[in-house]
């Protein structure tokens, strides 16, 4: 149900008769299909298997059940109803779960961690698990995890008078460390001192930015890097991003996401790829983004009506889809670092390459992005080509992600301390009206400044509270109680596309 797990009992009930399988309980075309799968594997490992007529009942009956995880249970309960001999009282203690090959075989199934955060939850002793699903249940502390491999070994798991094996473990804080070594790193590109110092304040606030510049410019290079300045993910950020790529079925085989997700959607996609949805809701790209970035190339190339989908998400950080039967929230609390040309050939503004636009191909163009999704970006930054000579030097590297990472780390400890009695906000950009109030009091000469600011460049009044909390987190990385009149300049500067040259007006 949405990223959380529902318990399912699974009932069999056998009684004589001509042959006859029914499955009750709301059951989708996979559970329908899982008894022919069953009965074959029960037969192909010379398991006990129903003559007569058979019941299997998924309680509660008034939810729909989906996927194939309902195999190993309603096979085990097969074996029982048929004269086999289980320990009843050990599987009542355990989940279990698992998808049924035709030799026997258990195959993995998506959504696991949720339904071991679950048996937890429930004071279960453990869960039954695929083998390959082991290292996913097993990010669950304080949980018993057992992997099968076949039908068989899971008979033997619940005989009676057998000894449990040892539990499947891993070392996660080992697995943490590995997860910090990044395939990236800010000293890999050559100037743009000024992009690399808006994504520095971008990460110590969380706020969005938006990279305008011509092709080649470094935009993309510069975004993928964004992560490897960001906090670590902390334990728990981990166990919730890692059930939602659980539930969209995208683990690998660590089966834990333990760096910050960075989602790069291509521009063709649909507002149900990526906002979620689907007859049976999925959370989408934006879900899959939660703790991490999202990064839209060639923003003016999406769909307006897939931005327009993402504008309450970027406010309220979870996204609800409704549907007749049902509905499902997803976390979507994300930053969002777009890309884009200045205009349609690119070179608007460009120092060398003469653009070959119109002004109203230029005002076509930039107006595909909506006024109020533009307000929602606090950063607007101009990326600049890097001149040959900066790209030819030799000996000199920039500077690396470890040390501007150790100043987004402290100005977000800054942030932490500070709205430590603020439920459900984490960082400046996250700050509400009354919040902004309080934190981001401004003195004679910062309020000459904005007034100024806003007369000149027709700001709204969400344009207005972003350049504050942008102002905030300038000053946080600082080192400064107050927001000084540099601080807002700095900010202000980031605004560049409610600039009148930069109008789509």
């Not at 097969?78 to 599987?91: I, P, Y």
Request: charged letters at 25%; hydrophobic letters at 40%; a neutral charge.
């Amino acid at each position: 149900m949405g990223i959380d797990a529902l318990p399912v009992e699974v009932e069999t009930h056998t009684e004589p008769g001509l042959p006859k399988f029914n499955v009750v309980g709301l059951p989708d075309g996979a559970v329908r299909e899982s008894l022919d799968r069953i009965l074959a594997a029960l037969k192909n490992t010379g398991l006990p298997r129903p003559r007569g007529r058979l019941t299997v009942n998924l309680a509660p009956a008034d939810v729909r059940k989906e996927g194939a995880a309902f195999d190993l249970p309603i096979a085990l309960g097969m074996v029982e109803a048929c004269g086999g001999v289980l320990d009843r009282e050990r599987l009542e203690r355990f989940f279990i779960l698992g998808e049924l090959a035709l030799d026997g075989k258990v195959r993995p199934v998506r959504g696991v961690l949720p339904m071991a955060m679950r048996a937890r939850a429930e004071g279960m002793q453990g869960v039954l698990v695929p083998r390959d699903n082991a290292s996913e249940a097993a990010v669950v502390e304080g949980l018993a995890v057992y992997p099968v491999e076949d039908i068989r070994e899971a008979v033997r798991f619940f005989s009676p008078g057998s000894d449990l094996p040892p539990p499947f473990e891993r070392d996660l804080a080992a697995l943490f460390e590995e997860a910090r070594q990044y395939p990236f790193d800010f000293s890999d590109v050559r100037g743009q001192e000024n992009v690399k110092r808006a994504l520095e304040v971008a990460a110590a606030g969380g706020h969005n930015a938006l990279l305008v510049g011509p092709p080649g410019s470094g935009k993309t290079m510069l975004a993928r890097r964004l992560p490897t300045i960001l906090p670590p993910l902390t334990p728990d950020e981990a166990l919730e991003t890692t059930k939602i790529h659980s539930v969209g079925g995208k683990l690998d085989a660590r089966g834990l996401v333990a760096t910050r997700p960075f989602r790069a959607p291509h521009h063709t996609i649909s507002d149900a790829g990526l906002c979620g949805g689907g007859v049976h809701p999925m959370p989408g790209e934006i879900s899959l983004a939660h703790n991490g970035v999202l990064f839209l190339d060639e923003l003016p190339e999406f769909k307006r009506q897939v931005l327009e989908v993402m504008r309450q998400p970027l406010e309220e950080g979870h996204i609800t889809i409704s549907r007749a039967r049902s509905s499902a929230e997803y976390p979507a609390r994300f930053m969002l670092v777009a890309s884009m040309n200045p205009c349609p050939c690119g070179y608007l503004n460009d120092p060398v390459r003469q653009c070959v636009c119109a002004p109203p191909q230029v005002q076509r163009y930039l107006a595909r992005i909506s006024g109020p999704l533009l307000d929602r970006i606090d950063l607007h930054v101009e990326v600049t080509p890097v001149p040959f000579e900066e790209l030819s030097r030799r000996g000199q590297t920039a500077e690396p992600s470890a040390s501007v990472r150790e100043r987004v780390v402290a100005a977000r400890q800054v942030q932490a301390h500070r709205f430590a009695e603020a439920k459900g906000v984490y960082c400046n950009a996250q700050m509400h009206s009354r919040l902004v109030r309080k934190y981001c009091d401004l003195d004679e000469a910062g309020r000459g400044l904005m007034k100024m600011a806003i007369h000149r460049l027709g700001l709204s009044a969400r344009a207005y509270d972003r350049i504050l909390k942008v102002g905030r987190t300038i000053a946080d990385l600082a080192g400064s109680a107050a927001i000084r009149p540099e601080h807002l300049s700095e900010a202000i500067q980031y605004r560049s596309l409610d600039r009148d040259s930069w109008s789509a007006q």
